[in-house]
């Protein structure tokens, strides 16, 4: 064993510290970047007082006076933004936690734990509230996100963080934890990101992990293979791990990492047979199972990986070429980068490249704040740096919809709101672009903030629709004029796909069969892009409402491009009138999605075939409450799946897709409005429920703005079509 006591995590604790204290705590924010602070002296704490959205978000008591019983939909969205607006931070936007995935925060801390870069104090210690908090109560162990089963992924990682954070093994939630990771097989069959993370760490042989080649980014674009041709998240994290993965590069054995050997198998470190490992995946954790063809090819690299060292050149190229790419990435995205996976394993890679004094090592450092979200369960690590233009871009709707726009009380609000969508427009394409595979982004919206500056297809659209939506409000002003909304326009034309729909940051570069070849066993389509209702829907009215404002603009292509998003949400329906929604949860939002595209040309219920299947599948699954409320299952298994209880954000997608369709019926679209009503608390706030969104089909993530922002629209929407009143007799 090397290096005794050279960078262990130097705590043994036994028992639970003292956490810290909330009511120090403070968010930053600026142009959207937001950033927690813990403030340690009275001075600080004076200078700079919590504000109510601190407490908000802290879980801490806030002083909102109960407002008066709404009697109709409209003071009811009144009263609700009458609460939210309170929220709004001071560069306009809505923060939140986008917390949900289980597997994000161990990768930042074992890079930390690697790099030897010590975690902040309040940082270390609300981290372990949060996975504490987070543990299943009944076995110990985490999932891949949230409200998932218990995983070796999740119970793995997660139990490693809290080592590396000071527990002792002795600690009574990781005593639980180890049992459940043993009774699960014990850490040998974690899926392939845990198997890389483990073994950057050292606790797991490389010799267990399937080749990760840097050599592919040597190979020409007009191969399917390149990962220039991948789906953007997939081939981000595959870059750096390709680094560390061809150099084989592990944290020294300490008697720290020693002991985690021990603890995370159920059989000694020495016996176990890595070459048998590196297709051992739990079941419990297997969602995609690997090809054929996949099995065969990590059968060829694998002896490829045996040759690879009497050709150094090689390998030394293709390192070139990976560390050239980060180098981009990171400068592109100001050391964000595109998400939470990514940036820690660059950050790693530049630990390693440049070394710790090097300039990318602390602008790396600085960054990774963006990431973090405090909360009353603790600090956790969000999904991306935010999701602060999305959320912007709804809550402007909402309240154009409801009327909440032009009223004068809400000014202020409004314009910031629009100061906040101007700021974070995209006003340049990427340095490099055509290097780094990127997709234009001049005018494009991201789904954070400008910093982080990737393109969204449908955060772009949304972009447009909430900029036309406020600027056509009297009294606001014109922040962005025409000649940026084309620029956005442009964007989009060049991002519709072959099949007619629209994807989510690229068009499909690559062809499906690559989905063979996903190594990471825990998601389902994520080796190329694919197109969205969600997104083709957005692009849709995003183009629609640029035409009534400049008309004239590529109107040819802008129609041609509407008139194929049609068609492509008519061949995606299925058989019973449903739409798989892949970034929420799940048939009842992307009918939402679905529903508003026909509508756009004419297409209702009484009119189309596709809109009133659409609606019948909603309605067939309407509770008795009045209420809609699907659960995760249904993104995982494609079959609608009830939650216990009716959802307020579920609802409010139901509502506001029937509404679009001019469902005949008036009695259930009344009745969810009423559940929405019931559900709304005597000061204007609803409560958070289930988690909302998800990626990849297996990975859930919040979206705690969705109950306001929705609702309110969902509310406004209905007053607009049956009057502002929620009796059963009035039409
Ligand atoms: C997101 C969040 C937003 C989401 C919408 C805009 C809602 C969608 O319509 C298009 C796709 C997009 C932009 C999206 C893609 C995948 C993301 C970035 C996420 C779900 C947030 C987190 C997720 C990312 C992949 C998480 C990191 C995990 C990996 C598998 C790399």
Redesign the pocket.
């Known amino acids: 064993i090397a290096l005794e006591g050279y960078r262990t995590a130097t705590l043994n604790l036994l028992t639970t510290p003292e956490f810290t204290d909330l009511t120090n705590w403070r968010l930053k924010v600026k142009e959207g970047a937001q950033t927690w602070h813990y403030l340690n002296t009275d001075e600080e704490r004076k200078s700079w007082p919590q504000t109510i959205w601190d407490k908000y978000h802290l879980g801490l008591p806030i002083d909102v006076p109960d407002l008066e019983k709404p009697t109709t939909p409209l003071e009811a969205a009144r009263n609700g933004f009458e609460f939210y607006r309170r929220l709004q931070t001071e560069d306009g936007h809505w923060g939140g936690e986008?917390g949900g995935?289980m597997?994000?925060i161990p990768g930042l801390i074992i890079t930390y734990y690697i790099t030897g870069e010590p975690v902040p104090e309040a940082m270390r210690l609300e981290l372990i509230r949060y996975l504490i908090t987070r543990a299943h109560a009944e076995d110990g162990g985490w999932g891949i996100h949230i409200e998932g089963v218990s995983t070796v992924f999740g119970t793995a990682l997660n139990y490693v963080t809290l080592r590396i954070l000071g527990l002792s093994p002795d600690h009574p939630v990781l005593v639980k934890a180890r049992g459940t990771l043993h009774k699960l097989g014990g850490a040998s069959a974690i899926p392939a990101w845990g198997k890389f993370w483990l073994a950057a760490l050292g606790v797991y042989e490389w010799k267990g992990v399937n080749p990760i080649p840097p050599e592919l980014w040597a190979l020409p674009n007009s191969l399917p293979i390149c990962p220039g041709n991948w789906w953007v998240?997939?081939r981000?994290?595959y870059l750096p791990m390709g680094y560390i993965y061809a150099r084989r590069l592990s944290a020294p054995l300490t008697t720290f990492t020693q002991s985690l050997r021990e603890e995370l198998y159920v059989e000694p470190y020495d016996s176990i047979n890595w070459d048998k490992q590196r297709n051992n995946v739990a079941e419990v954790d297997l969602y995609t199972p690997h090809s054929k063809i996949m099995d065969v090819l990590n059968y060829g690299l694998t002896y490829y990986e045996a040759l690879a060292p009497k050709f150094p050149w090689l390998r030394d190229y293709a390192l070139k070429l990976t560390v050239e790419q980060i180098k981009m990435e990171d400068e592109c995205t100001f050391y964000l980068d595109?998400?939470?996976?990514?940036k820690a394993m660059n950050w790693l890679v530049v630990f390693y490249h440049y070394g710790r004094d090097s300039h990318e090592f602390r602008e790396h450092v600085k960054r990774n704040d963006d990431f973090m979200w405090m909360g009353p369960e603790g600090m956790m690590m969000n999904?991306?740096n935010g999701?602060q233009l999305?959320d912007a871009t709804f809550i402007a709707q909402a309240c154009a919809e409801a009327k909440l726009a032009d009223n004068v009380n809400y000014r202020e609000n409004m314009i910031k709101t629009l100061e906040f969508i101007d700021v974070s427009q995209i006003r340049r394409n990427p340095p490099f672009m055509k290097e780094s595979y990127r997709q234009t982004s001049l005018g494009a919206w991201p789904?954070s903030t400008r910093d982080q500056g990737y393109t969204?297809?449908?955060?772009t659209a949304e972009g447009i629709k909430a900029t036309n939506a406020l600027q056509k409000v009297p009294g606001l002003p014109t922040l962005i004029d025409n000649s940026r909304l084309r620029d956005a326009v442009d964007v989009l034309l060049t991002m519709q796909n072959s099949d007619n729909g629209f994807a989510?940051?690229e068009t499909i570069r690559g062809p499906r069969f690559l989905e063979l070849l996903n190594p990471?066993e825990v998601?389902a389509n994520?080796m190329i892009e694919y197109s969205?209702p969600?997104?083709t829907t957005?692009v849709l009215m995003g183009l629609r409402s640029f035409v009534k404002i400049d008309p004239e603009y590529r109107r040819d292509e802008i129609d041609e491009a509407c008139n194929r998003c049609l068609q492509y949400i008519k061949k995606v329906q299925h058989e019973d009138g449903s739409w798989y929604g892949?970034?929420?949860i799940c048939y009842t939002y992307a009918a939402m999605f679905a529903l508003q595209s026909l509508a756009s040309v004419g297409e209702y219920y009484d009119t189309s075939d596709h809109s009133k299947r659409g609606c019948d599948f909603l309605i067939s699954h309407q509770e008795s409450d009045g209420g809609w409320g699907e659960t995760y299952k249904s993104c995982e298994l494609h079959v609608y799946s009830h939650n216990e209880t009716s959802q307020v954000v579920n609802t409010a997608f139901s509502v506001m897709a029937l509404l679009d369709a001019k469902y005949p019926d008036k009695e259930p679209i009344r009745r969810g409005i009423e559940f929405i009503m019931k559900r709304q608390q005597a000061n204007g706030e609803w409560l958070q429920e289930s988690i909302e969104?998800?990626?990849?089909k297996n990975?859930m993530?919040s979206y705690p703005n969705y109950k306001f922002a929705f609702s309110i629209w969902a509310l406004g929407k209905y007053a607009n079509v049956y009057g502002d009143s929620i009796s059963e007799k009035s039409s």
């Open positions: 986008y995935p597997f994000l998240h997939t981000m994290v595109i998400g939470p996976v990514n999904g991306t999701s999305w789904f969204v297809s449908d955060c989510s940051y990471a998601f994520i969205y969600e997104c957005a892949a970034w929420a969104g998800v990626f990849n990975c993530i």
